[in-house]
T-cell receptor, first 113, second 116 residues
Framework: GENVEQHPSTLSVQEGDSAVIKCTYS??????FPWYKQELGKRPQLIID?????GEKKDQRIAVTLNKTAKHFSLHITETQPEDSAVYFC????????????FGKGTSLLVTP | GAVVSQHPSWVICKSGTSVKIECRSL??????MFWYRQFPKQSLMLMAT?????????EQGVEKDKFLINHASLTLSTLTVTSAHPEDSSFYIC????????????FGPGTRLLVL
């Protein structure tokens, strides 16, 4: 079936550095790509999303880029802080229904002071 | 806001019993609710998509007779794990999409199930 690949599985950066997480998807009909942050034992929280009609979106220290031709999208976190430490999941809509999502396997980000 | 609650937050049961988990959208009406399963340090695996007033759509490999889903109103969906076994132990988490609110899914806090 269709799936979403996410890399790296773990990422360790120093406070203040940038972090980049990359995802690829296989369903050419996917048109919605959210990113979620999940802290240990808590629910996933939407941090940013992008739709297929744009190539880039930014919200303060967080940005997402989308390349529909290559079927990949990336999350960029600048000026990382220790509180950014969490597991980050990318997701792609299943088809263009815009609702059901396929999730990547997650990236465990550790920001060290 | 967009708050989703789940009840119970954790449950321990004996093998063979059935467990019901509720998912509620507290301050909005949800066209669609989703049920996921998450094993420790793993991703969220979509189990089924639930639309109010209709039968749930199950993902491949998910037994619909094992995981019964009822979506009786625009604010409530329930997942019943029937005849639970130890291998059903997991973190079950629901999400809801707003009526006429686009694709964004809002997640509940999850229910941790342990079957002894």
């Amino acid at each position: 079936g269709e799936n979403v690949e996410q890399h790296p599985s773990t990422l360790s950066v120093q406070e203040g550095d940038s972090a980049v997480i990359k995802c690829t998807y296989s369903d050419s009909a996917s048109n919605y790509f959210p990113w979620y942050k999940q802290e240990l034992g808590k629910r996933p929280q939407l941090i940013i999303d992008i739709r297929s009609n744009v190539g880039e979106k930014k919200d303060q220290r967080i940005a997402v880029t989308l390349n529909k031709t290559a079927k990949h999208f990336s999350l960029h976190i600048t000026e990382t802080q220790p509180e950014d430490s969490a597991v980050y999941f990318c997701a792609a809509s299943i088809g263009n229904s815009g609702y059901a999502l396929n999730f990547g396997k997650g990236t465990s980000l550790l920001v060290t002071p | 806001g967009a708050v989703v609650s789940q009840h119970p937050s954790w449950v321990i049961c004996k093998s063979g019993t059935s467990v019901k988990i509720e998912c509620r959208s507290l301050d909005f009406q949800a066209t669609t609710m989703f049920w996921y399963r998450q094993f420790p340090k793993q991703s969220l695996m979509l189990m089924a998509t639930s639309n109010e007033g209709s039968k749930a759509t199950y993902e491949q490999g998910v037994e619909k007779d094992k995981f019964l889903i009822n979506h009786a109103s625009l604010t409530l969906s329930t997942l019943t794990v029937t005849s639970a076994h130890p291998e059903d132990s997991s973190f079950y988490i629901c999400s809801a999409a707003k009526l006429a609110g686009g694709e964004t899914q809002y997640f509940g806090p999850g229910t941790r199930l342990l079957v002894l």
